[in-house]
């Protein structure tokens, strides 16, 4: 391996930064686009049955909040409705709307890095292969002995050596950072639209909580 990364020369250093860098960012979301710490299946019709008759104590919320993101979510509805038991529908829903935007932009965290290095790793591929090839242009243009324009046949084997290692190790860096990618993208399409139902239904709740206090 070690032979390889001093075939390619110094322009695949980028692309290994960037695949250390695309496989700590895939660790980290798989560890935190996880259901439990997301959206637990069970946590809304918990939370609608511990406050079915009335907003539950501050340890119950805070507990609440602690849960998950969704937690956090549904825990800013319970404590904007303590703080004013008179507000209205359409103001319950706008907090909860709002915790769901802070919401999406924490499980879209570090998702636009890899999408960057999906699309930055070829043409760091690419700019290898310029140079190689300009390696091999300009050995092209050397002697060999008395032979004028005879090229040297190690600068030539580096220089394709540069152009085809760069290019490979772009592609293969690329590759799987856009399929991951695309796969945490899907992951959290699904869970704001779970988080979005979810809101929804628990906004109907607590207006049903608010006219019956």
């Known amino acids: 391996m070690f032979s390889i990364i001093q075939a390619a020369g110094w322009p695949i250093w980028p692309l290994i930064a960037c695949s250390v860098l695309a496989v700590a ?5 798989f560890v935190s686009l996880r259901d439990h710490k997301v959206a637990p299946p069970k946590l809304t ?11 539950p104590p501050a340890a119950i919320v805070l507990q609440l909040e602690q849960n998950s993101i969704l937690g956090r979510v549904l825990a800013r509805g ?36 890899l999408a960057t290095i999906a699309s930055a790793a ?20 050397g002697s060999t002995g008395s032979v004028t324009g005879a090229g040297n046949p190690a600068q030539l084997a580096q220089g394709i050596a540069i152009a085809l290692y760069n290019t490979a190790f772009g592609l293969i860096v690329a590759i799987p950072a856009l399929i991951f990618w695309r796969y945490f993208r899907g992951q959290v399409d699904g869970y704001l639209l779970q988080m979005e139902l979810a809101s929804e239904r628990f906004v109907r709740h607590l207006n049903t909580l608010r006219k019956s206090a």
């Not at 960012?25 to 979301?29: A, F, G, K, Q, S």
């Not at 070829?122 to 243009?141: R, Y």
């Open 122 to 141: 070829p043409l760091l591929g690419l700019l290898g292969t310029v140079i190689g090839m300009i390696e091999i242009f300009g050995s092209q243009g």
């Open 25 to 29: 960012l895939v660790i980290e979301r």
């Open 45 to 55: 019709d918990e939370a609608i049955t511990v406050s079915r008759t009335s907003v």
């Open 78 to 113: 319970l404590r904007a409705l303590t703080l004013n038991p008179r507000l209205s529908e359409d103001d319950l829903r706008a907090t909860l709307e709002g915790a769901g935007r802070e919401a999406a932009h924490e499980l879209e965290r570090y998702l636009s890095a």
